[in-house]
């Protein structure tokens, strides 16, 4: 197996292993996260970015954004992803303007 084979499917287990979603931020737009409770529709969720410290956050489940596999990080055309939402748009539009991918197509 190639060793980006390899990565690949680390990256889905650890991504398989928890429910993400994008919630809302004032600061920052969107933020990842992951669901570590639900009641009825009520989701607590705790962030996950490398930059920011993880907090701890109550919401309703309409306030969430499903959130594509990594399979789908820098994808070419939008209407690829599996979850088409903003803040899948603009986080993949953000992987692709740091890899210098500024192009994107979309019918």
Do not use: C
Not at 63 to 69: C, G
Not at 89 to 96: D, E, G, P
């Amino acid at each position: 197996m190639a060793p980006r084979a390899v990565t690949d499917a680390v990256v889905m287990a650890n991504w398989a292993e928890r429910k993400w979603v994008w919630i809302p931020d004032d600061e920052y737009g969107y933020l990842l996260a992951h669901i570590t409770s639900t009641q009825d529709d009520i989701l607590h969720v705790e962030t996950v970015d490398a930059d920011l410290p993880s907090e701890r956050r109550t919401l309703h489940l309409n306030d969430t954004q499903k959130v594509n596999p990594p399979k789908f990080d820098k994808v070419e055309d939008m209407a690829d992803l599996a979850y088409l939402n903003e803040a899948s748009v603009i986080h993949n539009l953000r992987l692709r303007y740091h890899s210098n991918l500024i192009y994107t197509y979309s019918e």
